[in-house]
C-alpha cells in the first residue's frame, strides 16, 4: 500500500476518501481552488495546495495543475473522486506518466466504457438489451434525422461523463437544436467534451444500477443493486439499496449481465452498469467507471468500505472476498441534501451557512458531508452539501430512521430542499416503493406545497421579533420595557408581517394580562401561546398541553425558523421598498440565483415576444433560461456574457408593449 495519497476531488467526496484513507494510515493531501481555500476538505487534509482559480475548468479540471500539485507534495498515488477528472482518460493517463497510482480502472477501460456510445457497442457484442438510440455523425441535421426514426420523446445526453450534466429531454422536432446546444454547453463545462449521443425517452421507467468490482487479476463481483429512480434534472435525489419490487429472477440476471459487461471491458476497480428498468425487462444505458455518489447505501448493507476497496485494489492487491462472501442484509435509503430552491423550480442557492446541526452519529445513520458552519456556498460547483444514510432491517425502518435524519437537520444561511426531501419520503407513494423517473414530476408541485408556509413557524417569528425588539420584556402596562406595540390602557397589541418567497403574510399578536399570547396569522382563527422564552437562537412557547420550539437566526432583514419539518427564510416586510419597485415604469428582469452568464440572446432595441428566450445564466454546472414575462422592447442590457452576478441582479429592462 502507497503511503501519500492526493485527493484530486473536493467537498463531501473528497472528506469521505480522507476518513477511511487515515484509518489505513495514510497521509492525505488536498488541493483547493480559490474560492475553497478554507473549506473543510482542506482542513480535514494532512496537507493542501492550490491548483487555480474558483472555475473548476481552471482549477480542479485542469490536468497539469493537479498533475503539478501531486508531484510538489510527494503524493503515490491520486484518488479522483466523483465528477471532475475521475472518468477523463487523459487524466488517468497523466498520473502514469508521472508515476503516479490512478485510483480507478486504467485510461483504455475508462476511455472505452466513459464514451457512452462505446460501451453500448461492447454491451450488444454480449446480448445486453439496449435503449434504441444514436452515435454517429454529430451535425443537427444527423441528429434530427435520428430523433425522426427513434420517435419522441428523445433524451440527449454527453457522451462523456456523468451526474445528469449535459442532458436534456426533447419533446418535438423544433426543439431539438435549442437541447442540442445546451447540453454541448453543459458537457462542455463538466467534462471538457462536447460529444452527444441520442437515446429513446422512456416514460416512467425506473433506473436501477448494479455495483461490480474487479481487481488486477481478472476476479469481478457485484455488490447488490440500487434503485436511483427519484431524479430532478435528471440528477438522483434518493437512492436505496436493494432496489424495491424486482423480481429474483431479473436482478440475478442483472447482476450477471453487469459483470458480464466489466469482464468483457477488463475493469479494475469500482464500476456502476446502469439500467432502465421497467415491467421486468431492462436495458443498459451506460457504464461509470467511478464510485458513485450514493455508494454509503450499499455500503450500509453489505458492511463494506469501498474506498478501502479501490486504495487496495489499486495497491496491486485481489479482491478480499469472493461472490460467494458477499452478502446483504436489511435496507439502507439515502437522500442528497442540496443548495436549491424546490418551490423555483430547483434553482441553485448560495450563500453563508449562519447555523449548521448535524444529526447525533447513531447505529443505523451515517452522514456523509463536506460543509461546517460559516462556510460560504458558491455558484462554481456542484449543489449537493452532503447526504443522509439510513439503514434498518426492513424498508419501513430505514424510512423511519431517515425521517429522524432530516427531521434533525438544520441548516440557515442556506436554501436547500430538505423540507421537500422530508415530504418526499412520507408521501404514500414512496412509502410504497411506488417509484420511477416521473415520481417528483407527478408529485414536486405538491410536496412543495407541503413543505412551504407555516402558521405555526409564522407565530412563532413574530414572537421572536416582539422579544427581541423589547429587551426588558413584555410586560403589560410598562410602555418602557414593552417597546413593541404598546397602547395607553389596552393589551399590547402589535402587526407583523413577513415575506416569504412572493407571498406577503400578516401575523396579529395581542398580548393580554396573564401573558396569554394571542396569534393570528393572515386573518386565520387564532391560537393561543404561553410562556414565550428566546434564548441562544432558539425560541419555546407552550399551546395547551405542548411545549414547541424552533430556530431562530436573525440576520439583517432576514429570519430563518427551523423546526424539524419546516425551514423557513422569512424576510420582514419592507413597505417604502416595495412601493419604490412596484413605482417604476420600466420592468427589471433579475437574476433568480447567484451565477455565471452563459449567453446573450437580445440586444437593446430588440422587440421581443412573451416566452422568448433573453440570457441564459449558469449556476452549480446547470442552467437556466430567463425569458420575457411579457411583450415588450428591450431598453436596456446591464450585463455581458462572462460576468458573475448576484441573486435578485437587475440583468435588463424590458418596456411593456406601448408603455
Known amino acids: 500500500m502507497f503511503e501519500r495519497l492526493l485527493i484530486a476531488n473536493r467537498g463531501e467526496i473528497a472528506c469521505r476518501i480522507i476518513r477511511t484513507a487515515r484509518r489505513l494510515g495514510l497521509h492525505c493531501i488536498a488541493i483547493y481552488a480559490e474560492a475553497d481555500a478554507m473549506a473543510q476538505h482542506v482542513r480535514l487534509a494532512d496537507e493542501a495546495y492550490p491548483v487555480g482559480p474558483a472555475a473548476a475548468a481552471e482549477s480542479y479540471l485542469n490536468i497539469p495543475a493537479v498533475i503539478e500539485a501531486a508531484l510538489a507534495s510527494g503524493a503515490q498515488a491520486v484518488h479522483p473522486g466523483y465528477g471532475f477528472l475521475s472518468e477523463n482518460a487523459d487524466f488517468a493517463e497523466a498520473c502514469q506518466a508521472a508515476g503516479l497510482c490512478f485510483v480507478g480502472p486504467s485510461p483504455d477501460t475508462i476511455r472505452l466504457m466513459g464514451d457512452k456510445a462505446a460501451a453500448k457497442r461492447l454491451a450488444a457484442t454480449i446480448k445486453m438489451p439496449l435503449v434504441p438510440g444514436y452515435d454517429g455523425d454529430q451535425t443537427e441535421e444527423a441528429f ?81 443493486d440500487r434503485d436511483c429512480s427519484l ?4 440528477q438522483k435525489l434518493i437512492e436505496e439499496a436493494p432496489a424495491p419490487h424486482i423480481p429474483g429472477e431479473t436482478r440475478e440476471a442483472m447482476a ?75 435496507h439502507a435509503i439515502e437522500i442528497r441534501l442540496c443548495a436549491e430552491d424546490p418551490a423555483r423550480d430547483f434553482l441553485p442557492t448560495g450563500g453563508r451557512i449562519l447555523h449548521l446541526n448535524w444529526p447525533r452519529d447513531l447505529p443505523g445513520r451515517r452522514i456523509d458531508a463536506g460543509i461546517t458552519e460559516g462556510d460560504i456556498v458558491g455558484t462554481y460547483y456542484d449543489s449537493m452539501l452532503g447526504k443522509l444514510i439510513a439503514w434498518g432491517e426492513t424498508r419501513k425502518m430505514a424510512l423511519a430512521r431517515l425521517a429522524q435524519l432530516i427531521a434533525e437537520t438544520h441548516l440557515a444561511g442556506v436554501i436547500t430542499n430538505r423540507d421537500f426531501m422530508g415530504a418526499a419520503i412520507r408521501h404514500p407513494e414512496f412509502a410504497a416503493a411506488g417509484i420511477d423517473t416521473a415520481f417528483f414530476e407527478r ?15 409564522l407565530a412563532l417569528a413574530a414572537i421572536a421579533v416582539t422579544l427581541q425588539s423589547s429587551p426588558g420584556g413584555t410586560e403589560a402596562g410598562d410602555p418602557w420595557t414593552a417597546l413593541v406595540g404598546w397602547e395607553l390602557n389596552l393589551p399590547m397589541r402589535s402587526r407583523q408581517r413577513f415575506q416569504l418567497g412572493d407571498v406577503l403574510h400578516e401575523v396579529s399578536i395581542s398580548l393580554s394580562e396573564g401573558k396569554l399570547w394571542h396569534i393570528q396569522v393572515d386573518g386565520r382563527p387564532g391560537v393561543d401561546i404561553q410562556d414565550p422564552v428566546l434564548k441562544e437562537q432558539a425560541i419555546s412557547a407552550v399551546i395547551g398541553n405542548m411545549t414547541v420550539r424552533a430556530q431562530v437566526i436573525f440576520d439583517g432583514p432576514a429570519i430563518w425558523m427551523i423546526n424539524d419539518q419546516k425551514t423557513l427564510c422569512l424576510r420582514r416586510d419592507e413597505p417604502l421598498a416595495r412601493a419604490d419597485a412596484a413605482g417604476s415604469g420600466l420592468g427589471g428582469l433579475t437574476a433568480p440565483m447567484p451565477g455565471t452568464i452563459i449567453q446573450i440572446l437580445i440586444k437593446p432595441g430588440d422587440i421581443v415576444a412573451k416566452g422568448k428566450p433573453l440570457i441564459i445564466l449558469e449556476a452549480m454546472k446547470m442552467e437556466h433560461v430567463i425569458t420575457a414575462p411579457h411583450d415588450g422592447t428591450v431598453a436596456a442590457v446591464h450585463f455581458t456574457a462572462g460576468q458573475q452576478v448576484k441573486e435578485g441582479a437587475d440583468l435588463l429592462t424590458l418596456a411593456a408593449e406601448g408603455g
Open 443 to 457: 408529485h414536486a408541485p405538491s410536496l412543495v406545497g407541503e413543505e412551504r408556509g407555516s402558521d405555526l413557524l
Open 231 to 234: 431524479q430532478r434534472r435528471h
Open 144 to 224: 434530427t434525422e435520428a430523433a425522426a426514426r427513434i420517435g419522441y420523446p428523445v433524451l440527449l445526453k454527453a457522451a462523456a461523463g456523468g451526474g445528469g450534466r449535459g442532458m436534456r429531454v426533447v419533446h418535438q422536432a423544433e426543439d431539438l437544436g435549442a437541447g442540442i446546444s445546451a447540453a454541448r454547453r453543459e458537457a462542455t463545462a463538466s467534462f471538457g467534451q462536447d460529444t452527444l449521443l441520442l437515446e429513446k425517452y422512456i416514460d416512467h421507467a425506473r433506473h436501477v444500477e448494479v455495483q461490480v468490482f474487479g481487481d488486477r487479476f481478472g476476479n469481478v463481483v457485484y455488490l447488490g
Open 256 to 330: 450477471e449481465a453487469a459483470v458480464r459487461l466489466a469482464k468483457a471491458a477488463k475493469y479494475v476497480g469500482a464500476g456502476t452498469v446502469e439500467f432502465l428498468y421497467t415491467d421486468r425487462h431492462f436495458y443498459f444505458i451506460e457504464m461509470n467507471t467511478r464510485l458513485q455518489v450514493e455508494h454509503p447505501v450499499t455500503e450500509m448493507i453489505t458492511g463494506l468500505d469501498l474506498v478501502e476497496w479501490q486504495l487496495r485494489v489499486a495497491a496491486g492487491e485481489a479482491l478480499p472476498v469472493t461472490q460467494e462472501w458477499v452478502h446483504g442484509s436489511g
